[in-house]
Nanobody
Framework: QLVESGGGLVQPGGSLRLSCAAS????????VSWYRQAPGKEREGVSC????????YYPNSVKDRFTISADNTENTVYLQMDNLKVEDTAVYYC??????????WGQGTQVTVSS
């Protein structure tokens, strides 16, 4: 099971840190990704971290503003989001997948960026 938390309402330019906590399995054996989906838009991947070497990936839309990290002692992956923009408003989901196995998904957490 994956549980996201940390969403909320923030002004443009603000920061939030999302958490993705796993239970029932160990995250350090899984690649973890963060996605978001805004109303009327397709789901978009915003970050991922590899289980093999902790390498990370960000699309240009969030590069240099978002940072993904893993805390294996807490069995949690974080998404630090800085300099938030109105267009970052969405429901954010985390997903964990080991190899080609069936991914686990969380329930999502709402992020709203508004003045």
């Amino acid at each position: 099971q994956l549980v996201e938390s940390g969403g909320g309402l923030v002004q443009p330019g603000g920061s939030l840190r999302l958490s993705c906590a796993a239970s029932g399995f160990t995250l350090d054996n899984y690649g973890v990704s963060w996605y978001r989906q805004a109303p009327g838009k397709e789901r978009e991947g915003v970050s991922c971290i590899s289980s093999a070497d902790d390498s990370t990936y960000y699309p240009n839309s969030v590069k240099d503003r978002f940072t993904i990290s893993a805390d294996n002692t807490e069995n949690t992956v974080y998404l630090q989001m800085d300099n938030l923009k109105v267009e970052d408003t969405a429901v954010y989901y985390c997903s964990a997948r080991r190899g080609l196995g069936t991914p686990h998904w969380g329930q999502g957490t709402q992020v709203t960026v508004s003045s």
